[in-house]
């Protein structure tokens, strides 16, 4: 097995991430390595162009920053209780770029061996139509990538 030194996990809460979450602390408890956890705010996905401009900036983002920070205290803990070193960064998705660039640019910014990201595995119009950050993380990433997907519906994990 690779000897991994440091090891790169965006999380978004999801259970297909909190199942690459586990995969990520499993591989840093056999490699010794640190694990950094990021978190990019996605202020896009709230939009729904009803909001006024001055509630969307004064109360919208300060609640999905204050939520992104509480999943991220969750998660550090998550791999503290299990013996990794962790730390971890919080993005505002609205200084510009893609999910996949502040994941590249984190990487190479802690010389990452490794990302792990958790995947939905959706296909067809559904992966058209939502697209796909695991898939843009595998095609910019600097270092190989760990996908993990989710269990398929009514199958056991």
Do not use: W
């Not at 956890?37 to 300060?62: K, Q, S, T, W």
């Not at 770029?97 to 990452?112: L, M, P, S, T």
């Amino acid at each position: 097995m690779s000897s991994y030194h440091q090891i790169l996990m965006p999380v978004d809460g999801s259970p297909t991430s909190e199942k690459a979450l586990d995969e990520a602390i499993r591989l840093a408890r056999l490699s010794g390595a640190r694990l950094r956890l990021l978190h990019v705010v996605d202020e896009l996905d709230y939009v729904n162009g009803f909001e006024p401009a001055m509630n969307y900036l004064n109360e919208i983002i300060p609640l999905m920053q204050g939520a992104g920070e509480k999943l991220l205290a969750h998660d550090r803990q998550k791999a503290l209780d299990q013996g990794v070193e962790v730390d971890s960064v919080l993005i505002d998705e609205g200084r510009g770029g893609r999910i996949c660039d502040h994941v590249a640019e984190q990487a190479r910014r802690v010389k990452a061996d490794l990302i792990v990201v958790g995947s939905h595995g959706r296909r067809g119009i559904g992966r058209v139509l939502l697209g796909s950050d695991a898939e843009q993380i595998v095609r910019h990433a600097p270092v190989p990538v760990l996908v993990v997907r989710a269990p398929e519906e009514g199958l056991a994990p």
